[in-house]
């Protein structure tokens, strides 16, 4: 399938203006694609105007922007490949699951539904918000040192607090408490079709150095695809942070995005298709070695990746903490 027939939709996560996908935007257009990047309900058009007015995001939760995206998807003329950071990253995954994308990349992705244990920075970054029961309803912004240690501790200390003062707002504190309850919640939001056998191909990105969700978080997420045969590939960064996206290195990780969707459309995986009415579409099945990187291994999975470990800790994903 050509590029130029491939609509992508970008989908930010917690914290992050829809705007800082722009350099990503810009890429995937020199690619052929056609891509857009749409902001959270709620979210103003500028940082500035969602600093201005938070009230307009509070209260959003995890169902509130699938259905937000699901409505965007469904003005396209095709189905599109999804790309989420964080909680975006979980978004895309439902997405996927749901056939409403043709492929996704989900990179760092906030915990789902079925991930049992946090190491303890994940921990420690999920309080901002969970540690006030009524910030459910309100939106939570972060200081610069909670930026710091949750999305800029790989960076130097200049280059995190620019990336600070230029994309940061404030976000909703609702999907933190869903994902918070997630396995103790029978019909969570933070579920995904992890089982769906028809889908199209998924790429889960996780950077070693991350704070906010730890490459643990994202092995135990890849391992959740297991009983399906459809592809779920795995790359990690070993010396990046939760930053990944937005700094000085997002070129790699964008670029390698787009020579994953190269092989995978080239080889008849994933989009181009109508937005579906209802009826699952068929995918290839199986998993096949990708061409790993410079920077770490593309692991594919399918029917025979192991199942999770045994874990203790309960679910909780999202906001830096000091």
Avoid at 35 to 56: H, I, K, L, M, Y
Avoid at 107 to 126: C, E, H, Q, T
Wanted: net charge positive; glycine share 12%; aromatic share 6%.
């Amino acid at each position: 399938m050509e590029p130029a027939s491939t609509p992508v939709v970008f989908v930010h996560g917690l914290w992050l203006h829809a705007t800082s996908w722009g350099p990503w935007v810009d890429l995937f257009k020199e690619a052929g694609y056609a891509p857009v990047a749409p902001g959270w309900p709620g979210t103003a058009d500028t940082v500035e105007e969602t600093r201005r007015q938070p009230g307009r995001v509070a209260g959003k939760g995890i169902e509130d922007v699938v259905q937000h995206y699901a409505g965007i998807i469904g003005g396209l003329p095709a189905k599109p490949v999804v790309i989420g950071h964080s909680f975006g990253g979980l978004i895309v995954q439902r997405l996927l699951g749901q056939d409403l994308a043709a492929a996704a990349v989900a990179i760092d992705p906030a915990p789902i539904k079925g991930v049992l244990y946090l190491p303890l920075s994940a921990l420690r970054v999920a309080s901002i918000a969970l540690r006030q029961p009524a910030n459910r309803d309100k939106a939570v912004s972060l200081t610069a040192e909670q930026f710091r240690y949750g999305f800029g501790n790989a960076l130097p200390a200049a280059e995190s607090t620019e990336l600070f003062e230029r994309w940061t707002v404030p976000s909703p504190g609702k999907p933190l408490f869903e994902d918070a309850l997630a396995n103790f919640t029978p019909r969570s939001p933070a579920k995904v079709g992890t089982g769906n056998k028809t889908r199209g191909p998924l790429l889960l990105i996780s950077g070693g150095q991350d704070h906010t969700v730890p490459p643990p978080v994202v092995t135990a997420t890849r391992r959740l695809y297991h009983k399906s045969p459809a592809i779920t590939d795995f790359r990690e960064f070993a010396d990046r942070g939760h930053s990944l996206t937005i700094d000085h290195g997002w070129h790699e990780i964008a670029q390698e995005a787009l020579d994953w969707l190269e092989r995978r459309l080239s080889a008849g995986e994933g989009a181009g298709q109508p937005v579906p009415d209802g009826r699952r579409r068929d995918q290839r099945r199986g998993a096949v070695a990708g061409r790993p990187g410079t920077s770490g291994k593309l692991r594919p999975t399918g029917r025979r990746a192991r199942r999770p470990a045994a874990a203790a800790a309960a679910v909780a994903a999202g906001g830096p903490r000091r």
